[in-house]
T-cell receptor
């Protein structure tokens, strides 16, 4: 049974389009995260939610909008996609306060052409 | 803020060899975690090691918090050890700004 799942696994789209990535965790965690991993493997946190409340919003363009309908789900919607948005996006979750013990989804590879 | 540096950036080993990966951090930290990202992209927790030494099979980790470094030892390496190893530390920021600060990783290739 997958602990943290993401859909889709691959996403290829054209510049200017709008797309969403979904994340679900069945670990009972209260905190969820979105990370962006660039081509050089650098992991950058984008957002963090605790029990549906946004708690970290790094300097991410406002074309990126996270939504947490409940504490088991955290979705990422991206408007007006740009070439620089191409990356692998990871969702993760952890128990409240245990930020060092994060469980990651398999990643979504986004390619913008 | 805290800086995390990992070395070496790249490492190539023959199967069976041993290796040591290093993580230096610029300030005192309460929590430190090692992760492995396999060649298929999956990120896995390896060790939570804010201080002291832990072992799990062929892997072990040591953190000397007073000297601000952590080491990950891989013994008798196998091809399945290939991937990127990340060190991440707790930012220590209070409340909602608390987050992990990640190193750039060590990319390991183990050849058969």
């Amino acid at each position: 049974d997958t602990a943290v799942s993401q859909t889709p696994k691959y996403l290829v789209t054209q510049m200017g389009n709008d797309k969403s990535i979904k994340c679900e965790q069945n670990l009972g965690h209260d905190t969820m995260y979105w990370y962006k991993q660039d081509s050089k493997k650098f992991l950058k946190i984008m957002f963090s939610y605790n029990n549906k409340e946004l708690i970290i919003n790094e300097t991410v363009p406002n074309r990126f909008s996270p939504k947490s309908p409940d504490k088991a789900h955290l979705n990422l919607h991206i408007n007006s996609l740009e070439l620089g948005d191409s990356a692998v996006y990871f969702c993760a979750s952890s128990q409240v306060g245990l930020i060092y013990e994060q469980y990651f989804g398999p990643g979504t590879r986004l390619t913008v052409t | 803020g805290i800086q995390v540096e990992q070395s070496p950036p790249d490492l190539i080993l023959q199967e069976g060899a041993n290796s040591t990966l290093r993580c230096n951090f610029s300030d005192s930290v309460n929590n430190l975690q090692w992760f492995h990202q396999n060649p298929w992209g999956q990120l896995i927790n390896l060790f939570y090691i804010p201080s002291g030494t832990k072992q799990n099979g062929r892997l072990s980790a040591t953190t000397v918090a007073t000297e601000r470094y952590s080491l990950l030892y891989i013994s008798s390496s196998q091809t399945t050890d290939s991937g990127v190893y990340f060190c991440a530390v707790d930012s220590g920021y209070a409340g909602n700004n608390r987050k992990l600060i990640w190193g750039l990783g060590t990319s390991l290739a183990v050849n058969p």
